[in-house]
């Protein structure tokens, strides 16, 4: 049963995932420099090679990559090794020959920089397949070297079936192992992007799969209560999940935000790395799973202050066939409503919609601007009013005090005021698929009729099946001299909350 190590970690020459650092060692005027070192290529260092090459046709540049492979698609990996894609040659996105002929850039393939002497000026590389070294010197010099997976050092890490997943070579590896021996079976360590991508690819393959975390979640950049729809998604497509618990040993049985700014900065261009926000999106077979910004454990481990808000939309209308729900987390700052963060899940519409996030984070808008976003509509593709939208007024409007709210996680592990009511305003139908212990039932259509039943000088909570009856119940009952809150989500954030409150 082989194993594949997903999990990233950075090269003992970088300090940042996928970062380029760059060092200069020119005091002349103008141009910075005329002889340019890149060491790596693929993603960083072929972007800024081919930048550099726009910015200056005189400039002498230099690629060493290690691998043979100067640039591909490696986010593709996980879909060759489970033969969506057929052909490792679709992965390959420019060869030595393309970027010598249109950008008259020097690309070396496995040709592996060992040392640096900054004082000199110069790099010692080795040509592995010659196993000959050589010295080159440089005015400038860019190093974008790239992340590995973790190979850990533990016992059996070396035996035959255990694979690391980074580039094409890995793949053809792992294909041609699972080919041979007829694999029905293998174990994913790491649950993060490409090992979630990985599993649904040897799924697709027939092979029965166990992904293997140190956490305690999948996809460790969401939120565990995000996650968990994920969990039962992975469970219900027949992944088995090993969460909380690394790997100890292994035994055998008998069966692209930085390369630009480095060209700029080397052609004395004023450009400076902002920073990243972690947008990210991945496939998890039927599903799709994005984020940007910070997260709840993000926030709360640097102590930023915080509120969230959850809603459970289609990501076009109902009335149109083939409305999906996506799962849509928000999170904001309580002052002033600046948006800090979201998350997302669902089969449709997902990234769509966190990209409008993402952007909005980047202009430092608020709860208030997505209100007002206006966003392409047809009933196909979104609603007159978008989630994007919703999660605005949702967030707004407890903001201006109009529906305040209260949490899931703070109702269980009994934070809020001890002193609360709590309401389940769905229908008896609803109700008969489970409901909160404790709580009083009251249908929003009887409610009118029923409010007196609830005491004045006690806040009530409320709570439905996504929110919007709570919502309207809260108004209603706010308006009559109460002190209504919801519970955002309603009960569909409740399945998911329950599952990983301690």
């Given at each position: 049963?082989?194993?594949?190590?997903?999990?990233?970690?950075?090269?003992?020459?970088?300090?940042?995932?996928?970062?380029?650092?760059?060092?200069?060692?020119?005091?002349?005027?103008?141009?910075?420099?005329?002889?340019?070192?890149?060491?790596?290529?693929?993603?960083?260092?072929?972007?800024?090679?081919?930048?550099?090459?726009?910015?200056?046709?005189?400039?002498?540049?230099?690629?060493?990559?290690?691998?043979?492979?100067?640039?591909?698609?490696?986010?593709?990996?996980?879909?060759?090794?489970?033969?969506?894609?057929?052909?490792?040659?679709?992965?390959?996105?420019?060869?030595?020959?393309?970027?010598?002929?249109?950008?008259?850039?020097?690309?070396?393939?496995?040709?592996?920089?060992?040392?640096?002497?900054?004082?000199?000026?110069?790099?010692?590389?080795?040509?592995?397949?010659?196993?000959?070294?050589?010295?080159?010197?440089?005015?400038?010099?860019?190093?974008?070297?790239?992340?590995?997976?973790?190979?850990?050092?533990?016992?059996?890490?070396?035996?035959?079936?255990?694979?690391?997943?980074?580039?094409?070579?890995?793949?053809?590896?792992?294909?041609?192992?699972?080919?041979?021996?007829?694999?029905?079976?293998?174990?994913?360590?790491?649950?993060?992007?490409?090992?979630?991508?990985?599993?649904?690819?040897l799924v697709h393959r027939g092979i029965e799969v166990t992904i293997v975390e140190m956490g305690t979640?999948?996809?460790?950049?969401?939120?565990?209560?995000?996650?968990?729809?994920?969990?039962?998604?992975?469970?219900?497509?027949?992944?088995?999940?090993?969460?909380?618990?690394?790997?100890?040993?292994?035994?055998?049985?008998?069966?692209?935000?930085?390369?630009?700014?480095?060209?700029?900065?080397?052609?004395?261009?004023?450009?400076?790395?902002?920073?990243?926000?972690?947008?990210?999106?991945?496939?998890?077979?039927?599903?799709?799973?994005?984020?940007?910004?910070?997260?709840?454990?993000?926030?709360?481990?640097?102590?930023?202050?915080?509120?969230?808000v959850y809603l459970h939309p289609n990501n076009h209308v109902g009335y149109y066939p083939g409305a999906?729900?996506?799962?849509?987390?928000?999170?904001?700052?309580?002052?002033?409503?600046?948006?800090?963060?979201?998350?997302?899940?669902?089969?449709?519409?997902?990234?769509?919609?966190?990209?409008?996030?993402?952007?909005?984070?980047?202009?430092?808008?608020?709860?208030?601007?997505?209100?007002?976003?206006?966003?392409?509509?047809?009933?196909?593709?979104?609603?007159?009013?978008?989630?994007?939208?919703?999660?605005?007024?949702?967030?707004?409007?407890?903001?201006?005090?109009?529906?305040?709210?209260?949490?899931?996680?703070?109702?269980?592990?009994?934070?809020?005021?001890?002193?609360?009511?709590?309401?389940?305003?769905?229908?008896?139908?609803?109700?008969?698929?489970?409901?909160?212990?404790?709580?009083?039932?009251?249908?929003?259509?009887?409610?009118?009729?029923?409010?007196?039943?609830?005491?004045?000088?006690?806040?009530?909570?409320?709570?439905?099946?996504?929110?919007?009856?709570?919502?309207?119940?809260?108004?209603?009952?706010?308006?009559?001299?109460?002190?209504?809150?919801?519970?955002?989500?309603?009960?569909?954030?409740?399945?998911?909350?329950?599952?990983?409150?301690?």
């Amino acid at each position: 049963m082989p194993a594949i190590l997903t999990r990233p970690i950075m090269s003992n020459a970088v300090r940042t995932l996928s970062r380029v650092q760059i060092r200069f060692f020119s005091s002349t005027s103008g141009l910075l420099s005329k002889k340019i070192v890149i060491v790596g290529g693929v993603a960083g260092g072929a972007s800024a090679a081919a930048r550099l090459r726009r910015l200056d046709e005189n400039a002498t540049i230099t690629v060493f990559e290690k691998g043979p492979f100067v640039s591909f698609a490696n986010c593709g990996l996980p879909y060759y090794v489970g033969d969506v894609i057929k052909d490792d040659k679709d992965l390959v996105l420019a060869t030595p020959a393309l970027f010598k002929n249109r950008y008259k850039i020097d690309v070396r393939t496995q040709n592996e920089v060992v040392k640096i002497d900054t004082k000199a000026k110069t790099v010692e590389v080795k040509d592995v397949a010659k196993n000959t070294t050589s010295t080159e010197s440089y005015d400038a010099l860019v190093l974008a070297p790239g992340a590995f997976p973790i190979r850990p050092p533990l016992p059996g890490i070396d035996l035959p079936g255990i694979f690391l997943l980074r580039t094409i070579p890995d793949s053809m590896q792992i294909r041609a192992w699972m080919d041979q021996y007829k694999i029905k079976r293998a174990v994913v360590v790491g649950g993060g992007f490409i090992g979630l991508e990985t599993a649904e690819n040897l799924v697709h393959r027939g092979i029965e799969v166990t992904i293997v975390e140190m956490g305690t979640q999948i996809l460790p950049p969401m939120d565990p209560e995000m996650a968990e729809v994920l969990h039962e998604h992975c469970k219900a497509k027949g992944v088995n999940l090993c969460l909380g618990d690394g790997v100890a040993g292994f035994y055998k049985t008998d069966t692209g935000l930085e390369g630009r700014i480095a060209a700029d900065v080397i052609n004395g261009r004023s450009s400076t790395f902002r920073g990243v926000q972690g947008t990210a999106v991945c496939g998890v077979f039927d599903k799709v799973a994005a984020s940007t910004g910070a997260s709840e454990k993000t926030l709360k481990r640097y102590g930023i202050p915080y509120e969230k808000v959850y809603l459970h939309p289609n990501n076009h209308v109902g009335y149109y066939p083939g409305a999906k729900m996506i799962h849509f987390k928000l999170l904001y700052s309580p002052k002033d409503g600046k948006i800090l963060g979201a998350q997302a899940i669902g089969e449709a519409g997902v990234e769509k919609r966190i990209d409008v996030v993402a952007m909005a984070i980047q202009q430092g808008m608020t709860v208030y601007d997505l209100e007002e976003s206006e966003l392409c509509y047809a009933p196909q593709f979104g609603a007159a009013k978008d989630p994007v939208n919703f999660a605005g007024f949702i967030a707004s409007n407890s903001l201006r005090g109009d529906s305040p709210i209260v949490h899931w996680d703070a109702i269980i592990k009994g934070e809020c005021d001890p002193n609360h009511v709590l309401v389940d305003v769905r229908t008896k139908e609803e109700i008969n698929l489970g409901m909160y212990k404790g709580a009083k039932h009251i249908p929003i259509d009887e409610m009118r009729a029923r409010m007196s039943e609830l005491p004045k000088d006690k806040p009530i909570y409320l709570y439905c099946g996504v929110g919007l009856r709570g919502y309207n119940v809260v108004r209603m009952l706010k308006q009559n001299g109460y002190q209504a809150y919801n519970v955002p989500g309603g009960w569909k954030t409740y399945a998911y909350v329950s599952k990983c409150v301690k």
